[in-house]
């Protein structure tokens, strides 16, 4: 079956740090691969996507790139800020068939520091 | 905003009972998602409908079920309600034709068996 599996948290970083959170998945096929951020008290948003091999999803300075040899979507960002702290998620999607439910990975909470 | 709405935002109860929780889905969104997020499994996928028929389940109990209306929304019904299945229950809906399943989720609802 399919499996993400995401690297332990909590992450503590002080303002400005670089940021790597793991992610590695396990599928059948070509899944759609995500990262959505879960802030306190809410529901999940989506930070970026990618469809294919090499595909890379950015926005808001996070950045992750599809990559197949290694079934790898590692979430990056250069310098972060306060305002990102939150839980990170990685996920996968089929793309074929009618049942495009999402897999999850654990999560990972992320602290910035001033 | 996603659009994507549930209610109701908390929900106390006791073991034994019956409850269910409602979602309405983004406008011309025809899919819906249910996913149950504990601190023991994370985030799991429940159920999905598209446009009225049940397309995937997921680790849903017997005790769960749902169902999608005419009008597109959605209901949870959890019965014989035991403590373990205290949980944030999210509901998150798409469009067809998106062939990378991006999904939309709610704030969703918090449950609490006591």
């Known amino acids: 079956g399919n499996s993400v599996t995401q690297m332990e948290g909590p992450v503590t970083l002080s303002e400005e740090a670089f940021l790597t959170i793991n992610c590695t998945y396990t599928a059948t096929g070509y899944p759609s691969l995500f990262w959505y951020v879960q802030y306190p008290g809410e529901g999940l948003q989506l930070l970026l996507k990618a469809t294919k091999a090499d595909d890379k999803g950015s926005n808001k300075g996070f950045e992750a790139t599809y990559r197949k040899e290694t079934t790898s979507f590692h979430l990056e960002k250069g310098s972060v800020q306060v305002s990102d702290s939150a839980v990170y998620f990685c996920?996968?999607?089929?793309?074929?068939?009618?049942?495009?439910?999402?897999?999850f990975g654990s999560g990972t909470q992320l602290t910035v520091l001033p | 905003d996603s659009g994507v709405t549930q209610t109701p935002k908390h929900l106390i109860t006791a073991t034994g009972q019956r409850v269910t929780l409602r979602c309405s889905p983004r406008s011309g969104d025809l899919s819906v998602y249910w996913y149950q997020q504990s601190l023991d499994q994370g985030l799991q996928f429940l159920i999905q409908y598209y446009n009225g028929e049940e397309r995937a389940k997921g680790n849903i109990l017997e005790r769960f079920s749902a169902q999608q209306f005419p009008d597109l929304h959605s209901e949870l019904n959890l019965s014989s309600l035991e403590l373990g299945d205290s949980a944030l229950y999210f509901c998150?809906?798409?469009?067809?034709?998106?062939?990378?399943?991006?999904?939309?989720f709610g704030p969703g609802t918090r449950l609490t068996v006591l």
């Open positions: 996920a996968l999607s089929h793309n074929s068939g009618s049942a495009r439910q999402l897999t």
């Open positions: 998150a809906s798409s469009r067809p034709g998106h062939s990378y399943n991006e999904q939309f």
